[in-house]
């Protein structure tokens, strides 16, 4: 597995899930459970501290601040080359550090490069700015077919690139987490850093979705 230049140490497949993960998910959620049941029984995890963080990350982070920080990058041109070369401190110079965030690099999706994360070996994931990974994201048919069959997953998402796109398949680490910068929708220009947050969607920050685009305003009568 090669690294693009500039972005490491994380892993980059090259372009060359099935959603119907019934069981897989299924039995993985049974065993998630068992296991919380044990360690609270045993008294090694508080279920009120549990609670908290777990509405922490899905309720009050969530990909609210992924989406912040895409906002900006759209808006401030000195910030998105600086999200570019120092994805770790431009995030936290808007607050977003912590646990799970301590290392990361921002991919830019262009009309000629199109980037998605994944993590091969488990969940690695940029809690700080998207919050809790999704179930589809841990599960092994997505792991095993982000890498081998990129394309055929984002037609799974519900849309297709054209041919000639690169896709860049990045596989998060321990040490290193991603964010991918979805190119910014056409006609949005003038809208608010808080407006533009808005049509930010947590796929988009992954790279197996799009941005929404902005409704159209209906002419007064």
């Known amino acids: 597995m090669s690294n693009l230049q500039g972005k ?9 899930h099935d959603h119907h993960h019934g069981s897989e998910l299924s039995e993985m959620e049974l065993r998630v459970r068992a296991l919380e049941s044990v360690l609270v029984e045993k ?29 900006k990058a759209w808006s401030d041109p000195a910030y998105r ?7 770790t401190a431009a995030i936290a110079s808007l607050g977003y550090t912590g646990r799970q965030g301590e290392h990361m690099i921002a ?4 009309p000629a490069v199109h980037n998605m994360v994944v993590c091969t070996l488990c969940s690695c994931y940029p809690w700080p700015v998207l919050g809790l990974p999704p179930v589809w994201y841990k599960s092994a048919p ?18 297709e690139l054209p041919a000639e796109t690169e896709f860049r398949v990045w ?27 808005e049509l930010v969607t947590r796929d988009s920050m992954i790279g197996t979705g799009l941005p929404k685009t902005p409704e159209p305003k209906r002419e007064l009568t």
């Open 107 to 110: 991919l830019e999706n262009t």
């Open 8 to 16: 490491q140490p994380g892993h980059r497949h090259t372009d060359d």
């Open 43 to 71: 008294g090694y995890v508080d279920p009120n501290a549990l609670d908290i963080l777990i509405e922490t990350y899905e309720h009050k982070v969530g990909p609210r601040n992924g989406a912040r920080v895409v906002a």
């Open 171 to 197: 596989d998060s680490t321990a040490e290193v987490r991603y964010l991918v910068l979805p190119m910014r929708p056409p006609g949005t220009d003038g809208l608010s850093e808080e407006d533009l947050a």
């Open 81 to 87: 080359q600086w999200l570019l070369d120092d994805a």
């Open 142 to 159: 997505y792991r095993s077919r982000a890498v081998i069959d990129p394309r055929g997953v984002l037609r799974e998402f519900g849309f």
